[in-house]
């Protein structure tokens, strides 16, 4: 009896133990970076079990733990999680105006601060646990999902996985196909790519966060090892010898660049500054902490040259922001990853001129963004030179974040598959976030309806991702406050509307102009677009369609799509309106709201309209 009892006990306490090193969940995100923490809240609100595995004390990413805590883009598109971020921001400091301290964003706060949001806000998510400070080991693709094992001996059984790694880590480690470095011009048929393809990747960044400790201190380092001024010559217009030096900025504007609240400054110079060359992407272990901590000495001397040649001595590096004993941030800022293989490849043809290429990647789109491609290659003599190109704004395509022959896979942040000059407008935090944000609802749909996420209905996606207030089209001028909002990114996303894109300098825009009008014949070319049978024998050359032209052909339209048995009919209901309307224009919002519902017509991952 006592045997029996004993062989209970210990059986007893091995599956327990057992118990405490194995988990299961629905969607694993490895990298709580910024895409992996917006991922894992988006998956927890629909209720699904999530875990984020991230191997720093922080989560974040480039946001908080690299300390780019100054945002480019998308002030005008405050997409889904972007916008909820944001809010949380202005609120914290009390508006947001007071956010607005340097002349490079709109948006800049304290990383401490931007992390304990994040924290925050995934605490408040019950789906949503988190493993701290612990890095992947092992993962292997068994049935139903995947098996991984993590340095605190943990492992952990999921259904998907998500690649939220700043540097596409766990996707290489599968297996899946991925480019770095530049795509020939002739891959893409890309105009300011180089003419070759090369391994060269954009400079990286070690950033750092620095605070004014008062105008009688004296916060000066200790003279840094090989540190010469003339490294920084020509990072502003004082101290350069180069009368042709072209960016020249008078050098008391570097301490207001990137001016955050409390007396600090985020020291992230792309000119002649702490900008720095090393293409990690497929180092060792041991030889990429070898670049970052060259990359760290830049920094070091970088600060040391503002506060011993500049004069800003009593700028020292703020001793209240990272739990690290340099003061420096957690990880680099990295502007490049791999680029994965995935079921479409989204290049600059598809953001400069969306409605005219084959692959009407526009359709599935998923996140929103509006800077320009933009791309740091200054530290590298053998990088091309590399011009801006206009473009609007843009996009992302769904394809993008799921690997070609690799079931039960996501990838974000900036491993999605697009060329790399596309990267070069990716990559921004906003729209990394949203891409977190499509990645979680991606993955929570995905174990919703038990199939792997390339199985899944773009439109179902899409739809989810508009509840959540997120852009999948790129309209500038509808906020989601607008009453029309939801139905103008449904009409949008079926190209019976389409917008006008115009570059502006740093901040691109397409215009939906919902209170303007459209001619009947243009509104009939795009009928035809989405149903290329469909013609019409009536009115086609009014410059401004009315409302009664508008209802004439949506009844011709309808009686179509029913004799073809299209599901789309059901979509349609012809409403006349009232007498004192029918010969004025109909607005292009009020087009959106009638035949809003016309996005339920499924896409293809490239766009095409399914049979």
Not at 163 to 177: F, M, P, R, S, W
Not at 217 to 232: C, G, I, V, W
Not at 364 to 379: E, F, P, Q, S
Not at 407 to 436: D, H, T, W, Y
Request: charged share 20%; glycine share 6%.
């Amino acid at each position: 009896m006592k045997k029996v009892l004993l062989l209970i006990f210990f059986t007893s306490l091995f599956y327990k133990i057992y118990a405490q090193k194995s988990q299961q969940t629905d969607v694993l995100i490895i990298g709580g970076s910024t895409s992996g923490t917006m991922a894992g809240i988006q998956s927890a609100r629909m209720g699904v079990k999530t875990i984020i595995v991230e191997e720093t004390p922080w989560l974040g990413g480039m946001l908080t733990s690299a300390g780019v805590s100054a945002i480019d883009g998308n002030h005008n598109m405050p997409s889904g999680l972007w916008g909820e971020f944001r809010e949380q921001i202005r609120n914290y400091y009390g508006g947001a105006d007071k956010i607005s301290t340097g002349w490079v964003s709109n948006t800049l706060f304290e990383p401490s601060v931007g992390q304990k949001i994040l924290r925050k806000m995934c605490d408040a998510e019950k789906d949503l646990s988190m493993i701290i400070g612990t890095k992947l080991t092992d993962i292997k693709q068994v049935t139903g999902g995947w098996h991984v094992k993590l340095s605190n001996t943990k492992t952990i059984q999921a259904k998907i996985i998500i690649d939220a790694t700043e540097l596409g880590d766990v996707a290489a480690k599968v297996g899946i196909k991925y480019d770095l470095g530049m795509d020939a011009q002739s891959t893409y048929n890309e105009a300011i790519a180089p003419e070759k393809a090369n391994n060269v990747v954009q400079d990286l960044t070690y950033a750092a966060i620095l605070k004014d400790y008062g105008a009688n201190t004296d916060r000066t380092l200790p003279k840094p090892a090989n540190y010469s001024a003339s490294e920084f010559n020509c990072a502003c217009k004082e101290f350069c010898d180069n009368p042709t030096a072209k960016r020249q900025n008078p050098c008391a504007s570097l301490m207001t660049y990137a001016k955050l609240t409390n007396g600090k400054v985020l020291i992230n110079w792309p000119i002649n500054g702490n900008d720095f060359y090393a293409n990690m992407v497929e180092m060792s272990e041991n030889e990429r902490q070898e670049a970052i901590n060259s990359a760290k000495a830049v920094t070091i001397r970088f600060v040391y040259f503002l506060q011993t040649e500049l004069g800003f001595k009593n700028f020292g590096l703020a001793d209240d922001e990272y739990p690290t004993a340099d003061k420096l941030p957690l990880i680099p800022y990295h502007r490049e990853s791999r680029r994965i293989d995935g079921l479409v490849k989204m290049n600059t043809n598809h953001i400069e001129k969306p409605f005219l290429q084959p692959q009407p990647l526009y359709r599935t789109g998923i996140a929103v963004g509006d800077y320009a491609i933009d791309h740091h290659h200054d530290k590298n003599p053998a990088a091309p030179d590399l011009h801006f190109v206009p473009v609007p704004s843009f996009n992302i395509p769904l394809g993008s974040l799921i690997p070609k022959q690799k079931p039960n896979f996501i990838v974000a942040e900036k491993s999605i598959s697009v060329s790399n000059l596309v990267n070069g407008a990716s990559r921004l935090q906003p729209v990394v976030m949203q891409i977190g944000q499509a990645a979680g609802a991606l993955a929570a749909y995905s174990v919703l309806k038990k199939i792997s996420p390339e199985k899944v209905s773009i439109r179902a996606i899409q739809q989810i991702l508009l509840k959540a207030k997120v852009y999948i089209m790129p309209y500038f001028d509808v906020l989601p406050t607008h009453p029309n909002w939801e139905a103008i990114q449904r009409i949008g996303a079926t190209g019976i509307l389409k917008g006008v894109g115009q570059s502006v300098n740093w901040s691109n825009r397409t215009w939906f102009y919902p209170d303007s009008t459209i001619s009947t014949n243009d509104f009939l070319k795009n009928l035809k677009d989405f149903e290329p049978k469909f013609t019409y024998k009536g009115i086609s050359e009014q410059k401004n369609m009315t409302f009664a032209e508008f209802e004439t052909i949506l009844t011709s339209f309808k009686q179509f799509l029913t004799s073809i048995k299209s599901p789309s009919a059901h979509s349609i209901s012809v409403k006349n309106s009232s007498s004192d309307k029918q010969n004025l224009p109909i607005s292009r919002s009020e087009i959106a709201f009638r035949l809003a519902n016309l996005m339920e017509k499924e896409v293809d991952f490239e766009g095409n309209y399914k049979k």
